[in-house]
């Protein structure tokens, strides 16, 4: 009789530890980050949306210039934007228009800041303004608060903004990606494309001058927009 009321013990301690760590278990999992879940959720559908795309061949092509995931690469292909930007724009125009095949770009040399409130009000009061719109200015100067508020009054809060941030041997680079990151924080549709980060170590990716990009520069610059996009938009 001891030996049983020994064994039963045990039994119960074993089961009481049990039922207390499946409880600890469930709290832990019930208390964890929401955007962790998030995350897990995005990447889930990320991948079903991925293993449902036969890309074309000319995709395909895109896909392997510009080291692209066929998400990414399907995403681009299939997004209509609006690129504004200056000289740097111009740089990279061919690539954008491969990657993106429903893109208008208007890059012109020299062009500052403070002509994008007059562009883009123009491009709407046409219908010609896209519901995704990138810049690529801030190489000649940088914007002020006053231009960038007008800009996002123009566009509004339904179509999104993808700001390509500058690397440029000028003292006003810090202002430039400083107004560019603060303005992406404070509006949900303002994405910044990290063009600054991306670029760092990478000095043979550029012309003598350090600020336009070469042939592999502009890939690079490409991929980055790219990634940014389908990441936002996915």
């Given at each position: 009789?001891?030996?049983?009321?020994?064994?039963?013990?045990?039994?119960?301690?074993?089961?009481?530890?049990?039922?207390?760590?499946?409880?600890?278990?469930?709290?832990?999992?019930?208390?964890?980050?929401?955007?962790?879940?998030?995350?897990?959720?995005?990447?889930?559908?990320?991948?079903?949306?991925?293993?449902?795309?036969?890309?074309?061949?000319?995709?395909?092509?895109?896909?392997?210039?510009?080291?692209?995931?066929?998400?990414?690469?399907?995403?681009?292909?299939?997004?209509?934007?609006?690129?504004?930007?200056?000289?740097?724009?111009?740089?990279?125009?061919?690539?954008?228009?491969?990657?993106?095949?429903?893109?208008?770009?208007?890059?012109?040399?020299?062009?500052?800041?403070?002509?994008?409130?007059?562009?883009?009000?123009?491009?709407?009061?046409?219908?010609?303004?896209?519901?995704?719109?990138?810049?690529?200015?801030?190489?000649?100067?940088?914007?002020?608060?006053?231009?960038?508020?007008?800009?996002?009054?123009?566009?509004?809060?339904?179509?999104?903004?993808?700001?390509?941030?500058?690397?440029?041997?000028?003292?006003?680079?810090?202002t430039t990606n400083r107004l560019i990151s603060k303005n992406a924080k404070k509006h949900a549709n303002v994405h910044v494309?990290?063009?600054?980060?991306?670029?760092?170590?990478?000095?043979?990716?550029?012309?003598?001058?350090?600020?336009?990009?070469?042939?592999?520069?502009?890939?690079?610059?490409?991929?980055?927009?790219?990634?940014?996009?389908?990441?936002?938009?996915?």
């Amino acid at each position: 009789m001891q030996k049983q009321s020994h064994s039963f013990s045990r039994y119960l301690i074993v089961g009481i530890v049990g039922i207390i760590a499946l409880s600890i278990l469930t709290v832990i999992t019930a208390s964890a980050p929401s955007h962790l879940t998030d995350t897990n959720a995005s990447a889930n559908t990320r991948t079903k949306k991925t293993a449902n795309i036969h890309l074309t061949k000319r995709e395909k092509k895109v896909a392997g210039k510009y080291k692209l995931t066929k998400l990414q690469t399907r995403t681009a292909s299939k997004t209509p934007i609006t690129a504004i930007g200056d000289s740097v724009m111009l740089d990279v125009k061919p690539n954008i228009k491969q990657a993106f095949r429903h893109s208008v770009v208007n890059g012109s040399v020299g062009r500052q800041f403070y002509s994008l409130p007059k562009i883009v009000r123009d491009l709407k009061a046409h219908g010609h303004l896209g519901k995704y719109i990138v810049i690529n200015l801030g190489t000649n100067g940088p914007p002020t608060q006053v231009d960038i508020d007008s800009v996002l009054k123009t566009v509004g809060q339904k179509r999104q903004i993808f700001w390509i941030n500058t690397r440029v041997p000028r003292h006003w680079q810090a202002t430039t990606n400083r107004l560019i990151s603060k303005n992406a924080k404070k509006h949900a549709n303002v994405h910044v494309v990290n063009w600054y980060k991306a670029s760092k170590g990478h000095s043979g990716w550029f012309a003598s001058d350090r600020v336009h990009v070469d042939l592999t520069g502009a890939r690079y610059y490409t991929r980055e927009l790219v990634r940014k996009v389908s990441d936002v938009l996915n």
